[in-house]
T-cell receptor, first 115, second 113 residues
Framework: DVKVTQSSRYLVKRTGEKVFLECVQDMDHENMFWYRQDPGLGLRLIYFSYDVKMKEKGDIPEGYSVSREKKERFSLILESASTNQTSMYLC??????????????FGPGTRLTVL | KQEVTQIPAALSVPEGENLVLNCSFTDSAIYNLQWFRQDPGKGLTSLLLIQSSQREQTSGRLNASLDKSSGRSTLYIAASQPGDSATYLCAVRQFSGTYKYIFGTGTRLKVLA
């Protein structure tokens, strides 16, 4: 079974803090993704990575950066947290970028509250 | 721009009913469509994936169909159980310059015992 783990289930931070969210997958997947999920807005893609050290912006990258130094680990960084970044953050991975059968596997999510 | 819509937003049914959840999308140039289940406060679990060349997929009591020409997919749940209560999301993986899944906002299902 594919396992995607996220470093924290719940996180409370203060405005202006630098925040790191970590995601690790154990199935040697090439692709990894960070989404945020908000009521009424669904899942929105922040960043994705299709290889080590490679990244592409999603729909809402402003205020975020990412790091992928190893294939199994994809980090989301909030350089200076703001209250509008309070959300559920979901990490996902998938095995191939061009396959129609490509399936996304999700982690349990991190609920971040910025005060 | 691809838009994915799920109607209704919420649904409540008595146990044992067969039910259909709907997903519609505006751009038929997709690689696949995936159905997910999400329990409250949790991540998403993949249920079924239908490739663009396929018409339907089945897993246990679940059957998903895809009609690309009309931009629609349905998730059929047979003999619903209280354990099926969750939010169901669909997502399309579209052809585009970048690799993207576009998600609907989900249907929140409650199955009453």
């Amino acid at each position: 079974d594919v396992k995607v783990t996220q470093s924290s289930r719940y996180l409370v931070k203060r405005t202006g803090e630098k925040v790191f969210l970590e995601c690790v997958q154990d199935m040697d997947h090439e692709n990894m993704f960070w989404y945020r999920q908000d009521p009424g807005l669904g899942l929105r893609l922040i960043y994705f990575s299709y290889d080590v050290k490679m990244k592409e912006k999603g729909d809402i990258p402003e205020g975020y950066s990412v790091s992928r130094e190893k294939k199994e680990r994809f980090s989301l960084i909030l350089e200076s947290a703001s209250t509008n970044q309070t959300s559920m953050y979901l990490c996902a991975s998938s095995i191939r970028i061009l396959e129609a059968a490509d399936t996304q596997y999700f982690g349990p999510g991190t609920r971040l509250t910025v005060l | 721009k691809q838009e994915v819509t799920q109607i209704p937003a919420a649904l409540s049914v008595p146990e044992g009913e067969n039910l259909v959840l709907n997903c519609s999308f505006t751009d038929s140039a997709i690689y696949n469509l995936q159905w997910f289940r999400q329990d409250p406060g949790k991540g998403l679990t993949s249920l079924l994936l239908i490739q663009s060349s396929q018409r339907e997929q089945t897993s246990g009591r679940l059957n998903a169909s895809l009609d690309k020409s009309s931009g629609r997919s349905t998730l059929y749940i047979a003999a619903s159980q209280p354990g099926d209560s969750a939010t169901y999301l669909c997502a399309v993986r579209q052809f585009s310059g970048t690799y993207k899944y576009i998600f609907g906002t989900g249907t929140r299902l409650k199955v009453l015992a």
